[in-house]
């Protein structure tokens, strides 16, 4: 199944979204494909509930390397969050 971007229509059609809140592997299992295997489990699991239509996540900008590997797994940049992080103080887009 096919899930879409994040759009008004797309919450309105599909009464379940999966958010991927955190997804990290400490350094030693590191492109490992642990992350890679994690994330495709997940996909499999929304994409086996035919309500769920949306996967969706923020990544902090400056996290590239995360960036990069979402893009690689076929997620794709919708929009930009400004502040969405507050980290010590200091805000952070997403």
Not at 27 to 52: F, P, V
Request: hydrophobic share 35%.
């Amino acid at each position: 199944a096919h899930l879409n971007l994040l759009s008004p229509s797309t919450l309105q059609s599909h009464p379940l979204i999966m958010y991927i809140m955190t997804l990290a592997t400490t350094e030693d299992y590191r492109r490992t494909g642990l992350a890679s295997l994690l994330l495709k489990k997940l996909i499999q699991n929304a994409t086996s509930n035919r309500n769920c239509g949306l996967v969706y996540l923020h990544v902090i900008t400056y996290n590239t390397s995360a960036i990069k590997f979402y893009e690689k797994n076929g997620f794709q940049r919708v929009a930009q969050c400004e502040g969405y992080y507050l980290i010590d103080g200091v805000s952070y887009d997403s």
